[in-house]
């Protein structure tokens, strides 16, 4: 019985040994490994990818200012042209998706005495405003030459862009990845490296709009009718940009 005994504790305890060694030893490797990551060299590349197109849509701010002594009629007045030139808009071919309404106000209306000094009330200026996209550059003059015909006197800047920018915006990233990449492997290679993996990416875009301030037109408040025939609008072309920073392993 007591070789037996003796015997069975030999076993355990070296049960217990091994299990504690290759415990030991997974750990061991398990580190070695992290330690293998941590240390790698890590080189930062910048790269950047820009593609050009002509703009194909445009939104236009349209305002209707109404001026009279009675605050109801100043609204009553511009109410109704405000509801004429939607429907001309409509008749048009303007969706109703491409139109929306970005202001609707009415506020006393003041004057400088430069007798007394003083703002002296005389009225109430009721406002509304509307922005217009359309889907065709030829189609910006008669927008405009239709809305100051409908009692727009205010037409802020004309901003010309993309329909589908997300596809330009896909190939912009492509060259700004593809550029890193190149950057890395001209960099690397000149020391007989190579790119072993990828740390971290940041990607970065611009938006493809932009504002034509020689567009706008102003027409004095008050006044209705068009102001001549409207200029062409000559879009020339807007740049997508895309920007990426990448660290690599190698």
């Known amino acids: 019985m007591k070789k037996i005994s003796v015997m069975t504790i030999a076993i355990f305890v070296g049960s217990i040994l091994i299990g504690s060694l290759a415990a030991f030893g997974v750990a061991g490797a398990k580190d070695s490994k992290q330690t293998d990551v941590s240390t790698r060299n890590v080189l930062s590349v910048s790269g950047a990818g820009v593609v050009k197109a002509k703009p194909d849509m445009f939104t236009v701010t349209l305002t209707i200012n109404t ?6 009629e100043a609204q009553q007045q511009n109410d109704t042209k405000a509801n004429a030139l939607i429907e001309a808009l409509r008749k048009f071919g303007i969706k109703d998706e491409d139109m929306e309404t970005t202001n609707y106000s009415l506020n006393p209306h003041y004057r400088w005495d430069k007798d007394t000094g003083e703002s002296i009330l005389d009225g109430y200026q009721a406002s509304y405003s509307l922005n217009v996209t359309a889907n065709d550059l030829k189609q910006t003059g008669e927008v405009i030459d239709l809305a100051t015909n409908k009692g727009v006197n205010q037409i802020g800047s004309i901003v010309m862009g993309i329909k589908n920018r997300q596809r330009l915006a896909d190939e912009a990233l492509r060259l700004a ?3 890193a990449k190149n950057k890395a492997e001209i960099a690397l290679g000149e020391v007989n490296l190579k790119i072993l993996s990828v740390n971290s990416i940041s990607i970065g875009y611009n938006e493809p709009m932009v504002a034509n301030e020689k567009a706008t037109r102003d027409a ?6 068009g102001g001549g025939v409207a200029p062409e609008m000559i879009a020339g072309q807007l740049s997508i940009y895309a920007s990426v920073y990448i660290e690599f392993n190698y």
Not at 220 to 225: R, V
């Open 67 to 72: 001026i009279d002594k009675s605050a109801r």
């Open 177 to 179: 990845m593809k550029d």
């Open 220 to 225: 004095a408040p008050g006044a209705s009718g």
